[in-house]
């Protein structure tokens, strides 16, 4: 007998909280992803995401504190939306153990965290390669 693989879609969402009270805020994320298989050995994935943060979060990590010593123009961000993402990756079983893998991303800052003076690159990428071994399958 042959078994094929069938698409799958996935939905995820995240939260973290600062729970020790050191003003980092909180932070949600959510993403959405689709996995194609292309034969059996190999499984392509596209997927998509956005980030959000309070404005504790948000201000800690793209705000410029007023009267500071920054030479920096003070900048409060408010939350929301702060960051997209989307990416492709494609996964290849050469045999029984071993996996090659290759992925792509980029994300993009959005709204304050986009306007913020500490920000540099608004848009970034990434490409990995990777090889694994499976070792109990």
Request: proline fraction near 5%; include cysteine; charge should be positive.
């Amino acid at each position: 007998t042959q078994s094929r693989s069938s698409a799958a879609s996935d939905v995820y969402k995240r939260q973290s909280q600062d729970i020790l009270g050191r003003d980092g805020g909180a932070q949600w994320s959510t993403s959405i992803g689709y996995t194609w298989p292309v034969t059996e050995q190999t499984k392509v994935s596209f997927g998509a995401g956005a980030s959000f943060g309070d404005r504790t979060y948000v201000r800690g990590h793209f705000g410029v504190p007023a009267g500071g010593s920054s030479p920096l123009p003070a900048f409060e961000p408010r939350g929301g939306l702060y960051s997209v993402d989307a990416g492709v990756e494609v996964m290849t079983a050469l045999n029984r153990h071993w996996v090659v893998l290759g992925a792509a991303r980029v994300s993009q800052l959005q709204g304050d965290a986009r306007r913020s003076p500490l920000t540099v690159q608004p848009v970034g990428y990434s490409v990995s390669v990777g090889l694994a071994y499976r070792c109990c399958r």
